[in-house]
């Protein structure tokens, strides 16, 4: 087998083709005749990419050939192939169009439109399997930009996390990419949501339905992984949120941790297209936040100031949740404040505090007058320096580096458990210190 053709080169060639055909019709030889210097041009661009990518072997090389025969006797004359050789380019053309369109030797052009930064671990793995394998595809990693919202639903921002992702990633730059127009092979996304975000939401033009328009597949790997509580509530309510998205509906594959898990899908999604519709399109192949977790320590990978914090001592992890914050409110920012007040005071141990990404959004959409109250809680935390503050977008980093694990039942916690190292669940309703006394 001869070298694949790369998926832009093969839509480049068959523009080319287009254009030349174009070029050589009567009527547009009328109204804008081409010098034979510009038809060498064209077929310049044309040979270098057919013979760079084997499509110019055997029959298609003698037509090739025959072309450049007729276009550099022309050019050498200073005039236009005759009526009769123009016919005969023209056929050579068709004919170079029609064995491209059917060249099935094409590399897979696979596009990953990651929206947070921050979860980007559920598709990272995926895009470095697809960027070993250049034999065969080319992988691409588009940024795309999302708005956190007003209580009415209004865009209050509009956000682009561009700059946080991994410093070595190629990123192509979304407003340069016009994904209707590119079509790629496969386009992976991890927002299931459309204009039902309740603090965020993506571009329009990233919406389930709309990017399903734009590709053969649309593949969606969900950016967290459902706990075991969750999957045996015989009512399946949460699930039952999780399944019911635009992103279910309209992707051709959905990407999830474990069998488990698909069948509470499936069961979850009954009555939304026929059971047998979701055992072909739900794939139990594992999650790529899993992958991440044999990740090694490396004190390098400490961003400034933070090994200055732990000096060996033993490091929690506190994980804050959105969904906590939904049921409990005012009394959850309490119990922020509490635990923060009860490990100040601890000196043999350190507390790395991750709330959820879109944790602070989520407070000023449901508490807008309570926000200053969180902002003040933050920045406090942050001036003092006795614990690590981790907003940045390498959640795996504190799963690795701590030795427990405090706070709220979520996909942190579920991944955390698969580290075998102790975990405690976060009680909003009990207090650690009284009257800010630990």
Known sequence: MGKMMDFHTHRRILAILSEMQEELSERKRRENPRTPQEFLGFFAQLEQ???????????????????????GKAARKGRLPVKKELGQCREMLKELAAGLEKEKNIKKGIVFLPYLASMWDCMESVWQAADRDREHCNAYVIPIPYCSRDGDGTAKEWLFDGDRFPKDLPLLPWEKTDLQQWRPDIIVIHNPYE????????????????????????????????GSAVLK??????????????????????????????EAYIKALEGWRTPEYWQSHILALGSPKVDKLNRAKD?????????????????VLYNTSVKELLLHREAYLAKIRD??????????????????????????????????????????????????YDDTA????????????????????????MTGKPMLAQNAKVRNC???KP
């Not at 329009?204 to 992984?225: A, G, N, Q, W």
């Not at 990978?301 to 033993?314: A, N, T, Y």
């Open 394 to 417: 390498d959640m795996h980093r504190s799963l690795i580096w701590s030795d427990a694990y405090y706070g709220d039942a979520s996909s942190v916690a579920v991944l955390y458990s």
């Open 339 to 388: 635990t923060l007040a009860y490990f100040r005071s601890r000196e043999g141990v350190v507390l790395w505090w991750r709330p959820h990404p879109l944790l602070r959004d989520t407070v000023g959409y449901l508490m807008p007058e309570a926000l200053p109250e969180y902002d003040g809680m933050v920045q406090s935390y942050r001036k003092e320096g006795w614990g690590i």
């Open 233 to 262: 509530d015989p009512k399946l309510q949460q699930v039952r949120g999780m399944a019911r998205t635009a992103g279910m509906w309209h992707s051709d594959a959905i990407i999830l941790h474990s069998k488990e898990e698909k």
């Open 299 to 315: 004190p390098e990978d400490l961003p400034p100031g933070w090994s200055d914090i732990i000096r060996g001592r033993k490091v």
């Open 49 to 71: 990419s057919c013979r760079a990518h084997a499509f110019g072997r055997a029959h298609y090389g003698k037509l090739l050939e025959r072309l450049s025969g007729i276009l």
């Open 195 to 226: 204009d039902c975000g309740l603090v965020n939401t993506v571009e329009p033009r990233y919406y389930p339905s709309v990017l399903r328009r734009c590709t053969d597949k649309l593949v969606y790997i969900p950016y967290f992984i459902v």
């Open 434 to 436: 009284q009257e800010g």
